[in-house]
C-alpha cells in the first residue's frame, strides 16, 4: 500500500504493533484541583490529598498500594476515615478518578499491577481487591506541602518538571 502512512502502537504490556490506523493518545479530563489538589503515583503507591466535602480546613489523604491493592485513608492528623469500609471510601474514589484524569486510565491500571486497563475509578479499586492496611498520613501529606512551596516561589520563566501535576486551566 505505497502512501499509506503506518503508525507503531505501543502496548500497555510493552509490545509494539504496526498499524495503519492512527492510534491519538486519549487526552486526560481536566482534573479538579478543589477536590483533589494534589494526586501522584510515587514509591510503588497512587496516593493523593482529597478535600473533605464537609469543612473547608479537613482534607483526607488517600492511598492505594500497588500490587496488593491494599488501601487507605485518613486526616491529614492521622484520624481514620469515617467512611473507610471494606473497598475504599468516597475519597479513595475521587483521588483515582483525578489520577486517571491526569495520567490516563492505562498508566494509573499498569501502575498499580493490573492485567488489564479499567475505565472507571470504582472499576480499578474493585480489580485490585485489597484491603484496609494503615499507612501514617504525615509521609503522603509532607510530599503535599513540599509541592505546595514551589507554588508559592516566585515565578521564574524556567520550567519546574516538580510541577507537572499541577494542571491548570
Ligand atoms: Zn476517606
Redesign the pocket.
Same mark, same amino acid.
Given at each position: 500500500m505505497l502512501g499509506a502512512p503506518e503508525y507503531t502502537v505501543f502496548t500497555p504490556t510493552g509490545g509494539v504493533l504496526r498499524s495503519f490506523v492512527p492510534h491519538p493518545r486519549p487526552q486526560p479530563e481536566k482534573r479538579s484541583l478543589q477536590k483533589v489538589p494534589f494526586v501522584e503515583l510515587f514509591d510503588g503507591r497512587l496516593q493523593g490529598v482529597?478535600s473533605s466535602g464537609s469543612s473547608a480546613t479537613r482534607v483526607?489523604v %488517600?492511598l492505594i498500594e500497588a500490587g496488593t491493592g491494599n488501601y487507605y485513608? %485518613?486526616t491529614n492528623n492521622n484520624r481514620p +476515615? $469515617? $467512611?473507610?469500609g471494606g473497598g $475504599? +471510601?468516597?475519597?479513595?474514589g475521587e483521588m483515582v478518578k483525578n489520577a486517571i484524569a491526569q495520567y490516563g486510565q492505562e498508566r494509573v491500571s499498569r501502575y498499580l499491577g493490573l492485567p488489564e486497563p479499567q475505565a472507571t475509578a470504582w472499576g480499578i479499586i474493585g480489580q485490585l481487591g485489597g484491603g484496609k492496611n494503615k499507612v501514617e498520613a504525615g509521609e503522603v501529606f509532607a510530599r503535599f506541602l513540599d509541592y505546595l512551596r514551589y507554588v508559592e516561589l516566585p515565578a521564574s520563566t524556567q520550567p519546574r518538571p516538580e510541577m507537572a501535576w499541577f494542571v491548570t486551566g
Open positions: 482529597v483526607y %488517600s485513608c %485518613s +476515615c $469515617g $467512611g473507610l $475504599g +471510601c468516597k475519597h479513595i
